[in-house]
């Protein structure tokens, strides 16, 4: 079966620190990989995808991710955090369907 | 640019009741939009994508009677929950891109968040 795994629910870095995000998932195929960000009382906003191509990926304020076929991982990196980047990070895996991981929340202290 | 506004941004009604949440494209023309439903611990699930003039692709597991979509224009779309009960209370995100196909960009409206009573 399809599934997503965001095996931190919470993630607290250092301002100025690099930051990692863990993503692992099992599919079959080739999936569509991503990563969406939510601030509190928002909606999402997407940051970037994978969908073929160069395995690092480059989205968003900054963040990118490195699709790892062999480990099935796509974890999310920045070389150095803001404190604005606190919020809820998503994964997403669609292949047949989507499938979302459970969220990790990141802190990142001044 | 590239603005989605959804509509309302709360809404709390008696069970029972239908509830219409509207998803708008303010300066472009969205010819895929998505619904997604996020539940009270922050899980996401994506509901449908609808394409503009066409039925609605439900993913597994979602009602489609009980949660009717439509994508009449290319700047709207429309989720109505149809009797809505306490279980169905949630925070509902819509998302457009321009063109079809998951390689093209989401641009997400603020959510409206679902309370039956």
């Known amino acids: 079966a399809q599934s997503v795994a965001q095996p931190e629910d919470q993630v607290n870095v250092a301002e100025g620190n690099p930051l990692t995000v863990k993503c692992t998932y099992s599919v079959s195929g080739n999936p569509y990989l991503f990563w969406y960000v939510q601030y509190p009382n928002r909606g999402l906003q997407f940051l970037l995808k994978y969908i073929t191509g160069d395995n690092l990926v480059k989205g968003s304020y900054g963040f990118e991710a490195e699709f790892n076929k062999s480990q099935t991982s796509f974890h999310l990196k920045k070389p150095s955090a803001l404190v604005s980047d606190s919020a809820l990070y998503f994964c997403?895996?669609?292949?047949?369907?989507?499938?979302f991981g459970a969220g990790t929340r990141l802190t990142v202290k001044p | 640019g590239a603005v989605v506004s959804q509509h309302p941004s709360r809404v709390i009604c008696k069970s029972g009741t239908s509830v219409k949440i509207e998803c708008r494209s303010l300066d472009f023309q969205a010819t895929t939009m998505f619904w997604y439903r996020q539940f009270p611990k922050k899980s996401l699930m994506l509901m449908a994508t609808s394409n503009e003039g066409s039925k609605a692709t439900y993913e597994q597991g979602v009602e489609k009677d009980k949660f009717l979509i439509n994508h009449a224009s290319l700047t709207l779309s429309t989720l109505t929950v149809t009797s809505a009960h306490p279980e169905d209370s949630s925070f509902y995100i819509c998302?457009?891109?321009?063109?079809?196909?998951?390689?093209?960009?989401?641009?997400f409206g603020d959510g409206t968040r679902l309370s039956i009573l």
């Open positions: 998302s457009a891109s321009l063109g079809t196909g998951w390689n093209q960009p989401q641009h």
């Open positions: 997403a895996v669609r292949n047949n369907d989507m499938r």
